[in-house]
């Protein structure tokens, strides 16, 4: 008799653990006003409760392309906090992250154009990435898994008039970046990307706070924490920006467990080994990658050392990272010139 | 009329230029879709196409052309991805029947994919051998259960047919031409490579082990009955790459890998090194990599025919020089070289030589700036069991 009460209620607690799974489990939508992410007018991007906004020390550059992305976590629902590892976030987070261009680039107020907006969705079988691509008239995404390449024009910060291809890249292609032992993972949400000052109606505030006010951290002390350097934060030690250039832009593939740890150069913020970090370090299969140049990085000699010649180029088969990078980055080139020019990798000035 | 034929022409050109984006995403499409167990079919038919296209975590699935020469992607004028097709985290892939041409980088990469099978594929640089064409033809890196079979590799600017960090791999009769390197085994264990047809490069056919790589030791490594002939195409790789190191006119080189039994291959008018059996150190590139190992040892050359032109060696290059400089051969180069720098640590390196036909060696002392160079191939007359031949486990889901 007892036995039964027993049996009753496994297969009670069974029936619940799957209803629940169902409620996490996620349905692909075909566009991406159908998720009620945003609230209004679907270009505003403003957010629905529950998504919120965040924002990275040093994002990764793509093709000078601005990005706001939100985060949408299970209902109660918290990230696991790491002080080095990407966040653990539950089954059913979705990250969202929109990429546009300003009409020009000085003045905000003139519009922008928003090109495609890429999902991240934790299910119960791990992340998965559904890219998705707006329209001319910036009323709807559609879901498109093959990517395209699309024409963009814009007026940059210098006021030059640029229109340049912008490849949007197919659902494989998220996996180019975000991958780690083979497993898709996300890449930005660690204590040292977000550990910054955000503004939210909440007013200004430490973002590792306000998502712990939000609920969606757990309560700890984040005084500890790691921060990674705003690349472009002038007053920010150089060692450290470029470190946390090459962390945010090359780190994810050029680590152990990333696809380009075949190259065994690495170049997350972790990396002490100078040979690793590519000082002196002779090139592996890199083709014509190299540009007749010996070595990654030659101190002093940014001229001469593969890594610059890689980012200085739009090149498909030469250029560094290998997707997203249709244009040159002209200031963070500057900044690792300056760096192996200064030779200020070894120490902190 | 002469406003109609503008309009015709400008119309012919937007139909080309949208069904080019059409076809990418038709195919692109292919690759997401296509189910465990499927097929892609790849029509007959020139595509041109301006992004990679990426097959990614799929199980026994088959991307088939209608033939070597007739289904053909070019990618001339590609904007983005260092590769025309690109396989990762993959089991049982076949790739068969097509072309693949003019890719910004590599041709076709794999990596990550255990049971990966080039069949009747060829990757070409339609301009010949270029410095500006991309590094690797077929590619697999971190793969398991290579078979390449029947594929043509042309125009490499690195090697046309390269296996990197690799288990159990099989090469057969295949061609390669007009690269830098032919075919390259590098940092990869058991593999056999036989019946292919080398010529026209720079080097035939290289096994290398590299530092600083994740798979550290290469090795058991069969080249045999393959007709490695006319290597003599100028080194047109990128500076920088170890393989820019080798000389003009190499038909086989060893460098740093141990166990490797070359047998029953026709070697012949390479005009620097028929074969070549050297240590790291002959690159003159710095070692940072505490664990690796730069010489080689467990060398078994046996079975081979010999012969070259009555010419001198290639001045080209580093090792151009020092042939000009300090071997002065002349022309009366040896067949079989081997650099002579010894490990101190393990001074017996077991370097066999024999039973070869036409065979002419030399030990060039590299280590005692070639003092003690030595034409005498006895200290190498010996004997060694043969490798095992190398069994590729299929793979069917």
């Not at chain 1, 470190?243 to 990333?258: I, Q, T």
């Not at chain 1, 244009?327 to 120490?347: D, P, S, Y």
Request: aromatic share 10%.
């Amino acid at each position: 008799m007892r036995k039964a009460f027993v049996v009753v209620g496994v297969v009670l607690l069974a029936v619940a653990v799957s209803s629940w799974r169902n409620v996490q489990s996620f349905k692909r939508e075909d566009t991406l006003s159908a998720y009620g992410f945003f609230v209004g007018k679907l270009s505003d991007l403003k957010p629905a409760p529950g998504v919120y906004q965040y924002e990275l020390n040093t994002p990764l550059f793509s093709n000078y392309a601005e990005k706001l992305r939100f985060i949408k976590l299970p209902d109660g629902g918290r990230a696991g906090y790491s002080d080095t590892a990407v966040f653990e976030l539950p089954v059913g987070t979705v990250l969202i992250k929109n990429f546009y261009y300003a009409n020009d680039f000085r003045k905000p107020e003139k519009g922008r154009r928003i090109l495609e907006t890429r999902l991240l969705v934790h299910e119960n079988d791990g992340w998965q990435a559904y890219p998705y691509i707006w329209n001319d008239e910036q009323t709807e995404a559609q879901y498109d898994p093959a990517g395209e390449t699309a024409q963009v024009t814009y007026v940059n910060q210098a006021g030059k008039k640029i229109s340049t291809p912008y490849v949007i890249p197919n659902k494989n292609q998220c996996k180019g970046c975000h991958i780690r032992h083979s497993k898709m993972v996300p890449i930005g949400p660690s204590a040292r990307q977000l550990n910054r000052d955000i503004t939210s109606s909440a007013g200004t505030q430490n973002q590792l706070s306000y998502w712990q006010s939000l609920g969606l951290l757990d309560a700890r002390s984040f005084e500890t924490s790691p921060k990674l350097a705003q690349w472009d934060n002038t007053a920010a030690l150089l060692n450290d920006r470029a470190r946390a250039y090459l962390d945010a832009n090359c780190g994810h593939c050029h680590s152990k467990g990333g696809p380009a740890s075949t190259s065994g150069l690495f170049l997350d913020i972790f990396e002490s080994d100078m040979s690793r970090l590519g000082v002196n370090k002779a090139p592996v299969a890199a083709g014509r990658g190299t540009g007749d140049l010996k070595y990654d990085i030659i101190p002093g000699d940014p001229d001469h050392s593969i890594l610059v010649f890689r980012m200085k180029t739009n090149d498909p088969g030469i250029a560094m990272p290998e997707i997203g990078r249709e244009q040159i980055h002209k200031e963070g080139v500057a900044l690792i010139e300056e760096w192996i020019r200064k030779k200020t990798f070894a120490k902190n000035d | 009329m002469r406003s109609n034929i503008f309009t015709l022409i400008f119309c012919v050109l937007a139909i080309t230029a949208f069904s080019q984006k059409e076809i990418q995403k038709k195919f692109q499409t292919q690759f997401i879709d296509v189910s465990n167990g499927g097929t892609i079919e790849l029509p007959a038919g020139t595509f041109q196409l301006d992004a990679s296209l990426w097959l990614d975590e799929k199980k026994n699935v088959t991307i088939k052309g209608a033939g070597i020469d007739k289904t053909i992607l070019n990618f001339k004028g590609q904007l983005s991805g260092a590769e025309g097709i690109k396989i990762t985290n993959s089991s049982a892939i076949t790739l068969q029947d097509l072309a693949v041409q003019d890719t910004k980088g590599d041709a076709i990469k794999t990596q990550m994919v255990d049971g990966i099978t080039f069949k009747n594929v060829k990757a070409e640089w339609t301009n010949g051998g270029k410095k500006d064409n991309g590094a690797y033809g077929l590619y697999p890196v971190q793969c398991t259960n290579v078979l390449i079979d029947g594929c043509v590799a042309i125009g490499a600017s690195d090697a046309g047919i390269y296996v990197g960090q690799s288990k159990y791999i099989v090469v057969k009769n295949s061609k390669a031409y007009q690269n830098v390197a032919g075919i390259e085994i590098e940092n990869s264990l058991y593999a056999d490579v036989f019946d292919n047809e080398a010529f026209n490069n720079t080097g035939g056919i290289l096994v290398f082990d590299l530092p600083d790589l994740i798979q550290k030791e290469g090795g058991y490594v069969r080249v045999f009955k393959n007709n490695i002939h006319d290597n003599n195409h100028i080194n047109f790789a990128p500076k920088g790459n170890t393989v820019g190191k080798v000389p003009q006119g190499t038909g086989l080189m060893i460098l740093a890998t141990r166990n490797v039994e070359a047998f029953e291959n026709r070697i012949v008018n390479n005009i620097s090194a028929g074969t070549a059996i050297v240590s790291y150190y002959i690159t003159e590139n710095p070692i940072n990599d505490k664990s690796y190992k730069p010489f080689p040892s467990n060398i078994y050359i046996h079975n081979n025919y010999y012969d070259r032109p009555n010419v001198k060696a290639t001045s080209k290059g580093r090792l151009g020089k020092m042939y000009k400089f300090k071997l002065r051969f002349g022309k009366n180069v040896p067949h079989i070289i081997y650099d002579g720098i010894v490990d101190k640590e393990n001074p017996n390196r077991n370097i066999c030589i024999r039973n070869n036909t036409n065979a002419s060696f030399a030990n060039i002392d590299a280590e005692n700036g070639f003092k003690n160079k030595s034409r005498d191939m006895k200290p190498h007359d010996c004997e060694q069991s043969p490798l095992s031949p190398v069994t590729l486990s299929a793979r069917s889901n």
